[in-house]
């Protein structure tokens, strides 16, 4: 339970590579903070200088207001779980559970009550003798998850914890730990790639690229109110599609004109669009937000190009004008490759960006 | 006949020479150590007055005496005649001369040792039926017993070597392993080149340093002591050392010891705690390495000792020294093997231990 403040920390491996390029975040007490973002964005990077393990080359850190930038790794009162587990193989599961404990000369008696309260919480309260080579791949991440817990530390860092896991379990392990955060509250920074994974456990998601925060916000920020492009691109399966379309202001309405179809808007409701009048601008809108419309009041009328069945509902693509547009369909709706649909758009869920700053046009009618 | 047998046949003719040459390779390679150990096991009789030579040494010695009128004969079983041979005097009588005579050339020459008063029974008995055949239990060690008893200062030399080995050992473990870890956790520039260099030592031979090095060792006080000798060894093992180590210590993910630093130990605690326990079987088995590289050295030490002699260069002088005694000479080669195959023993458990095959 503590806040944490990263004030400017930047990071810079040699002249040209730049771990993180700048961070200003500040995490609130028992929060749980997702790191999201691409490949190489520096979230890992961000999460070791945090921990200790990596010099900041500018900015500072602080946990609970006092300044941490510059002291060892062992005295900032976190724990980490590493994407690799980083369990030491030499030791039983109970010695790598204990290892801090026994560091802090604990007595003995509530070392071992700790170690068992631990690795009950986490489902591995019978492995306790077994070394790692013993165990399998989810057991070992419970293990890591244990041996971080047993601190209770007051930042908890976990660096793609699951991310070796296969896709039922790591579903699984996703509600544990949130379970386990809901339990121990302690403050908790989580870095993933998967979308999925940051949408269901974060408070707050931190969506980085390039060693820059994008976007700080509620899961429902970046998935309704994207700040630009690269975030509506980012989140959600399959990605928002794009439009470029071309708007003219007509009296009380606004007319959106893409060469396959035109929408046409109330002004009151997209006032905001008013200053883009001859110009272009890009549309976004999300595939479950595309609706078959059989109907003569459909938007555009298209071919399907393919059908992918996922079960609860199925996603299928169209091309529209050389760009592959993918829409969600209801599984109960019979949709076959070749067929020509008509569809629309759910106006309220649109999404309006700047053709070169790519960044979001906020609009009244945002939820 | 088809192409398929024809094929088959191809293979096995293939593998049947290559299991002929290998077998072959194997003897060549087998049977002088083999014969080195079966020879130090063997009596003068068996190793100079039997061919072809028993496979394996034997464990007891079979004599027959009978008695005419000279006096009594003795006569050793020999394995390659299977017969009974004449051995030792022509003859000799019942006298406690001759008798205590007798003894001593059963043991020195069979390995064998029997009391008086046994021959004496014999000898009556012999009186009475006019001959006995009997055996004696053979002395197994004799004659690693007389090479240290015969050999002047074989056993201090022993001591000798083992100081050496132990301190090049600790030496070219800690530096060397210390340099191993620099190069496996460290950047900087210059490093493959200076790994590179660090075998360059080892590209003399140790011939052409030694002389070198006797003037510095002497400048040092240390010429013709154990620990000059280890100094010298030391160079050379060493840079072996930091590049079997480096490769050791880059085999543990570094991520092992940041979790350490994490959960509340300094780096050195790190090291302490987590890289050390799990290099253990690495730096065993480099320790091997250094040990038998120096126990078994004999150029260098020729050179760099005077009084103070190694046991290799003792078993060395001791080999160019004699006439024949081979058994013997056996002998003190053996025992030479001995530490080093001791040490290797006590040392397999930690190269062959492994954590439960987990992937770190
Ligand atoms: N030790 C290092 N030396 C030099 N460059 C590094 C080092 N570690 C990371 N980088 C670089 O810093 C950038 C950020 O790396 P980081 O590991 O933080 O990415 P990440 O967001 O964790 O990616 P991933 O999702 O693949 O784990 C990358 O471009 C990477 O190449
Ligand atoms: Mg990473």
Known sequence: MATLELVDLAKRFSKKVWGVRKMDLDVNEKEFIVLLGPSGCGKTTTMRMVAGLEEVTRGTIHLDGKDITDIPPRDRGISMVFQNYAIWPHMTVFDNIAFSLKLKKMPKAEIRQRVQETADMVKIGELLKRLPGQLSGGQQQRVALARALAVKPKLFLMDEPLSNLDAKLRVVMRTELKAIHQQTE???????HDQSEAMS????????????????????????RSANMFVAGFIGTPPTNFFNIRCSVDGEEISLKHSNFKLVLPLKDFSELDAYNGKELVVGVRPEDIAVDS???ALFTNKVLVVEPQGSHQVVALKL??????????????????????????????????????????????? | MNSALQRQL????????????LVGILFIIIFPIFFLFSFS???????????PKPLVPSFKADFKIDKDTEGYHLYIFNKSENDFMPFGPLFFSNSEKDVSNLRKFIKLQANSKITDQKIEEYLRIVDKESKVEFSVRKDL?????LFFQVINGAARAVLNSLMVAGATVVIALTIGGMGGYAFARYFFKGKNLLKLSVLFVRMFPAVSLAIPMVIILARMGLYDRPLGLSLVYSVGQISMSIWITASVFMSIPISL?????????TRVGAFWHVTLPLALPGLAACAMYSFIGSWNEVIAAVVLTQFNPTFPVVVYKALVGSQGQINLITAGSVAQAVPAIIFTLIIRKYIIQMWGGVKV
């Not at chain 1, 302690?186 to 993933?192: D, P």
């Not at chain 2, 010891?257 to 959960?263: P, Q, S």
């Open chain 1, 201 to 224: 456990m974060a408070d707050r998601i931190v969506i980085m690229k390039d060693g820059e925060i994008i976007q700080i916000g509620t899961p429902d920020d970046v998935y309704f």
């Open chain 2, 10 to 21: 191809r293979r096995s003719a293939k593998r049947t020479s290559l299991y002929i040459v």
């Open chain 2, 257 to 265: 010891e940041e979790a350490a630093m994490i959960f509340g130990t």
């Open chain 1, 186 to 192: 302690a403050t908790s920074i989580f870095v993933t």
């Open chain 2, 141 to 145: 060690l004799a004659n690693y017993i």
């Open chain 2, 41 to 51: 096991f063997m009596s003068d009789y068996e190793t100079y007055s039997e061919w």
């Open chain 1, 295 to 297: 109907s003569d009041k």
């Open chain 1, 321 to 367: 004008n050389d760009a592959i547009v993918k829409t969600i369909v209801s599984a109960d709706q019979s949709v076959k490759p070749g067929d020509s649909i008509g569809f629309n758009f759910n106006l309220k869920r649109l999404h309006f960006f700047n053709m070169e700053t790519e960044n979001r046009i906020k609009t009244a009618s945002e939820i």
